[in-house]
């Protein structure tokens, strides 16, 4: 179990944060989780700190987060203490476009030698951050490949096969 929760990191939909930890005590608390070194905790927090953009609210209660803010905390928390296998369940949702985007660079930056599992409803999301992606309906999975793989089967926008007039 112990191996487990040091390999493991986990966002789920809705963020559960404890209202009245700082984001750098709710980073403390999942580094002993985790297990990271006593110390080598300060230099984790910091660094994933300075990579989300979130330095200046180290010291502000989680429910003083915006909600995008919210998100990038549980992010965070996933990825700390090098999780090896990260799952991610929506992990932009409420965050406005700017945000996604930026969220978007910093996962491509922190997925080298990580299994990251993300569900989104956004295409454009999958597209940029998915190695594979499968797509799911009614629970069943539908396809699955990468998005060339996608694009060559399906075509590049969901609209195409109505743009055909052979069809």
């Known amino acids: 179990m112990v191996q487990v929760r040091k390999s493991l990191g986990l966002c789920p939909q ?3 944060l404890f209202h009245h930890l700082t984001v750098s005590e709710h980073l403390y608390f999942y580094c002993v989780i985790k297990g990271v070194p006593p110390k080598t905790r300060s230099k984790e927090i910091n660094k994933m700190l300075l990579s989300f953009d979130l330095i200046e609210k180290r010291d502000a209660l989680s429910k003083s987060l915006s909600g995008g803010m919210k998100r990038k905390l549980s992010i ?10 990260v799952i991610l369940d929506e992990p932009t949702s409420g965050m406005d476009p700017v945000s996604r985007r930026f969220t978007w660079d910093v996962l491509q930056k922190h997925k080298e030698n990580r299994t990251i599992l993300l569900t989104t409803h956004h295409m454009d999301e999958a597209d940029v951050l998915g ?10 999975l539908q396809c ?4 060339i793989f996608l ?13 055909d007039a052979n069809a």
Not at 131 to 140: E, F, L, Q, V
């Open 14 to 16: 809705d963020d559960i």
């Open 76 to 85: 965070i928390i996933a990825l700390i203490g090098d999780s090896k296998v």
């Open 131 to 140: 190695d594979r992606i499968a797509i799911m309906a009614k629970g069943t």
């Open 144 to 147: 699955c490949g990468s998005t």
């Open 151 to 163: 694009k060559k089967v399906y075509g590049l926008s969901p609209f195409d096969h109505c743009l």
